[in-house]
DNA sequence: GCAAAAGTGTTCCAATTACACCCATGC
DNA sequence: GCATGGGTGTAATTGGAACACTTTTGC
């Protein structure tokens, strides 16, 4: 499961299936994994037929093991979900065995106009709620941007993973005090309109604490629909 | 991988290997999954194999799935462990695969006077690292406590879990002050020395919120020897 | 009375929140 | 000048940490 911000929008990267079952359906990319190879090594493998990134520009982790008898209508197959997560990227070339894939903003897919192959649709909602929580706890969402980045730039990461607007000022003072998060560049950029803002790259500390919790007070943005539910 | 809180220790229950490989070795539980069966049916049935307990008492959560070729010199197995916290229980009889079954404190196993089969020191670590976690956010502690139970023994399961003391009045108010962690019976319980303490059975709530989060100054106990590391 | 554990009250401090306000740039 | 986003200052509030203190029991 390959979640990017693109246009401040979570999306993740969904291949229309070119095989039965599910011809034709939108489905997460996945494939088998080989002798010799640890299951790290087969997502890692994965995603680099998937994306042309390489594993260290990006996170992944494990999520899940997904194993009801009756997921797979061709039998007994038993997956362990991944979560990656990375910069914005080009429209991706098609994989091994898929027609195509794409970009589909995580809402839209959620909402269920397309529904998903096999029991994908809650791997999705898992992975989400992974990517929502780790952004509390770690510094993860620095792995959405590409580098150098500003302060603005990541607090739109957190908007568009948790679905609601932050308070600038109050963001800024948490992650520039958060010792090892951001390293800064001495560098600024120019945007098309308003102040320089100040590059940043990644820092080494990957957790956060006291962690950036999200509010129980929520600013839903326009194009988001679904709940924060489980 | 079961835990219990036994004399104030978190303590695992642990096989004596009665077949190559790691004959004689200490090892986690296990069993392989059968064909209709999901990953969770097989954890509770291997764990009804080993204890008395039926799955509703207590607490089960899928782990994390380990995967490298080389951990079984048998051949090729994949392993999703299971973490399991449940009350203190009698001595457990034989599994039906293992010669003898034993509590074991996890400080000892892990120490590694006495190494574990496989790569189960690398599950057991991760499975405590879980457990301490989860005490910080859901209401999970509740499940090592036999019902009905005061707040001290709760108390004494974070304490046995964290490997360090908790201020008895702060710890108090905020699990009384959580709405749906304890319900109160009413009834009080009389202990050997001291004023009675009022007794209390699990609420409904599951989430800690906010969280009850481990300082950052520990007070080690006696018998604690490892750290707090990842 | 004394020891021990339960339970209450209070003070101090760290961190978040909400919001006012200033800054630097392109047009 | 003015709109826009970057960045700083500050008061109010929340919640945890520390610890003094009271209560209720068995001996």
Redesign the pocket.
């Known amino acids: 499961m390959i979640f990017t911000v693109r246009q401040d929008q979570l999306q993740v990267l969904l291949i229309d299936r070119g095989n039965e079952p599910y011809l034709g359906c939108a489905a997460l990319p996945g494939g088998f994994v080989r002798d010799g190879e640890t299951l790290d090594e087969a997502a890692l493998r994965e995603l680099r037929e998937e994306t042309a990134l390489d594993g260290r520009t990006l996170h992944l982790e494990q999520l899940h093991a997904y194993s009801d008898p009756e997921r797979d209508p061709r039998g007994r197959i038993i997956t362990v979900a991944y979560l990656a997560l990375g910069p914005n990227l080009p429209p991706p070339v098609a994989g091994t065995d898929a027609a195509a894939a794409h970009w589909t903003p995580v809402s839209s897919a959620i909402d269920g106009d397309m529904p998903l192959a096999f029991d994908h649709a809650t791997i999705l909602k898992d992975g989400l709620e992974r990517a929502r929580s780790q952004l509390e706890h770690t510094t993860v969402a620095a792995a959405f941007c590409p580098e150098p980045f ?4 990541l ?1 739109r990461i957190y908007e568009a993973v948790w679905g609601f607007k932050l ?4 963001f ?3 992650v ?2 958060t010792e090892g998060f951001l390293i800064p560049t001495g560098e ?1 950029r ?9 590059l940043y790259c990644r820092g080494p500390a990957s957790l956060l604490v ?4 999200r ?1 129980s ?1 929520v600013f839903p943005l326009s194009h988001e629909r679904f709940s924060i539910g489980t």
Chains 1, 2 share one sequence.
């Not at 500003?150 to 730039?153: I, K, M, N, R, Y």
């Not at 308070?167 to 109050?170: F, I, P, T």
């Not at 006291?210 to 919790?213: A, E, F, I, K």
């Open positions: 500003t302060v603005g730039e607090r308070d600038a000022s109050n800024r003072r948490k520039t005090g600024r120019f945007p098309e309109v308003g102040r320089p803002a100040a006291p962690p950036l919790l509010s007070e």
